[in-house]
Protein backbone atom coordinates (compact mmCIF):
# COMPACT_ATOMS: atom_id res chain seq x y z
CA UNK A 1 0.00 0.00 0.00
CA UNK A 2 0.99 3.69 -0.21
CA UNK A 3 0.39 6.60 2.09
CA UNK A 4 -1.30 9.29 0.57
CA UNK A 5 -1.43 12.84 1.36
CA UNK A 6 -4.33 15.82 -0.13
CA UNK A 7 -3.76 18.99 0.06
CA UNK A 8 -4.85 22.28 -1.59
CA UNK A 9 -9.04 22.28 -0.62
CA UNK A 10 -10.26 25.57 0.57
CA UNK A 11 -13.06 27.98 -0.32
CA UNK A 12 -13.71 29.31 -3.38
CA UNK A 13 -16.03 31.51 -4.98
CA UNK A 14 -18.36 29.80 -7.81
CA UNK A 15 -16.78 29.77 -11.34
CA UNK A 16 -13.28 30.28 -9.39
CA UNK A 17 -9.86 27.18 -9.44
CA UNK A 18 -8.67 25.22 -7.22
CA UNK A 19 -6.25 22.57 -8.07
CA UNK A 20 -5.87 19.61 -5.70
CA UNK A 21 -2.46 17.70 -5.20
CA UNK A 22 -2.09 13.87 -3.73
CA UNK A 23 1.50 12.84 -2.73
CA UNK A 24 2.31 9.26 -2.25
CA UNK A 25 5.19 7.86 -0.26
CA UNK A 26 6.64 4.72 -1.64
CA UNK A 27 8.90 4.01 -4.95
CA UNK A 28 6.05 1.85 -6.10
CA UNK A 29 3.89 4.96 -7.28
CA UNK A 30 3.90 4.90 -10.95
CA UNK A 31 2.68 1.28 -11.25
CA UNK A 32 -0.86 2.12 -9.58
CA UNK A 33 -3.69 3.80 -10.82
CA UNK A 34 -5.03 6.94 -9.27
CA UNK A 35 -8.21 8.10 -8.40
CA UNK A 36 -10.62 10.98 -7.12
CA UNK A 37 -13.90 11.17 -4.99
CA UNK A 38 -15.58 13.30 -3.49
CA UNK A 39 -18.42 13.11 -0.12
CA UNK A 40 -20.70 15.46 0.73
CA UNK A 41 -22.63 16.15 3.40
CA UNK A 42 -25.49 13.50 4.21
CA UNK A 43 -24.20 11.66 0.73
CA UNK A 44 -22.26 8.65 -0.58
CA UNK A 45 -18.71 9.08 -1.79
CA UNK A 46 -18.64 9.33 -5.70
CA UNK A 47 -16.09 8.88 -8.12
CA UNK A 48 -15.07 12.35 -9.59
CA UNK A 49 -12.28 10.71 -11.97
CA UNK A 50 -9.42 8.29 -12.43
CA UNK A 51 -6.00 7.97 -14.31
CA UNK A 52 -4.21 5.23 -15.24
CA UNK A 53 0.05 4.37 -14.26
CA UNK A 54 1.58 5.87 -17.44
CA UNK A 55 -1.22 8.65 -17.11
CA UNK A 56 -2.09 8.16 -20.95
CA UNK A 57 -5.80 7.43 -20.00
CA UNK A 58 -8.12 9.54 -17.91
CA UNK A 59 -11.65 8.52 -16.82
CA UNK A 60 -14.12 11.28 -15.82
CA UNK A 61 -17.53 11.36 -13.71
CA UNK A 62 -20.00 12.88 -16.39
CA UNK A 63 -20.72 15.80 -13.76
CA UNK A 64 -17.33 17.27 -13.89
CA UNK A 65 -16.16 16.49 -17.26
CA UNK A 66 -15.37 19.18 -19.32
CA UNK A 67 -14.21 21.58 -15.98
CA UNK A 68 -11.80 19.07 -14.30
CA UNK A 69 -8.77 17.20 -14.96
CA UNK A 70 -6.45 14.69 -13.44
CA UNK A 71 -2.90 14.41 -13.99
CA UNK A 72 0.21 12.78 -12.66
CA UNK A 73 3.74 13.28 -12.24
CA UNK A 74 5.43 9.97 -11.34
CA UNK A 75 8.37 11.35 -11.16
CA UNK A 76 7.36 13.40 -7.82
CA UNK A 77 4.96 10.83 -6.62
CA UNK A 78 1.99 13.25 -6.98
CA UNK A 79 -1.53 13.05 -8.88
CA UNK A 80 -3.52 16.30 -9.39
CA UNK A 81 -6.96 17.48 -10.10
CA UNK A 82 -7.64 20.58 -11.45
CA UNK A 83 -10.95 22.30 -11.23
CA UNK A 84 -12.16 24.62 -13.24
CA UNK A 85 -15.49 26.18 -13.68
CA UNK A 86 -16.60 24.79 -9.50
CA UNK A 87 -20.24 25.18 -8.74
CA UNK A 88 -21.48 25.45 -5.53
CA UNK A 89 -23.07 21.26 -6.14
CA UNK A 90 -18.69 20.54 -6.16
CA UNK A 91 -18.81 21.14 -2.51
CA UNK A 92 -17.38 18.11 -0.60
CA UNK A 93 -14.58 16.28 1.10
CA UNK A 94 -11.97 14.99 -1.76
CA UNK A 95 -10.33 12.07 -1.24
CA UNK A 96 -7.70 10.63 -3.64
CA UNK A 97 -6.94 6.91 -3.77
CA UNK A 98 -4.48 4.58 -5.20
CA UNK A 99 -5.32 0.74 -6.97
CA UNK A 100 -3.02 -1.78 -7.36
CA UNK A 101 -5.25 -2.54 -10.53
CA UNK A 102 -6.91 -1.32 -13.77
CA UNK A 103 -7.82 2.52 -12.82
CA UNK A 104 -11.81 2.08 -11.92
CA UNK A 105 -14.62 4.41 -10.97
CA UNK A 106 -15.38 1.88 -8.63
CA UNK A 107 -14.43 2.51 -4.63
CA UNK A 108 -13.80 -0.84 -4.04
CA UNK A 109 -11.15 -1.18 -6.52
CA UNK A 110 -9.04 1.16 -4.64
CA UNK A 111 -6.69 -0.24 -2.05
CA UNK A 112 -5.39 2.64 0.00
CA UNK A 113 -6.63 6.34 0.75
CA UNK A 114 -6.06 9.62 1.86
CA UNK A 115 -7.50 11.49 4.51
CA UNK A 116 -9.79 13.82 2.28
CA UNK A 117 -9.60 17.51 2.29
CA UNK A 118 -12.56 20.00 2.09
CA UNK A 119 -13.64 22.22 -0.90
CA UNK A 120 -15.87 24.49 -0.33
CA UNK A 121 -17.77 26.39 -3.55
CA UNK A 122 -19.61 29.79 -2.24
CA UNK A 123 -22.50 30.82 -4.28
Known amino acids: QVQLVESGGGLVQAGGSLRLSCAAS????????MGWFRQAPGKEREFVAAISPSGGSTYYADSVKGRFTISRDNAKNTVYLQMNSLKPEDTAVYYC????????????????WGQGIQVTVSS
Open 97 to 112: AASIGAYSRRSGQYDS
Open 26 to 33: GRTFSSYA
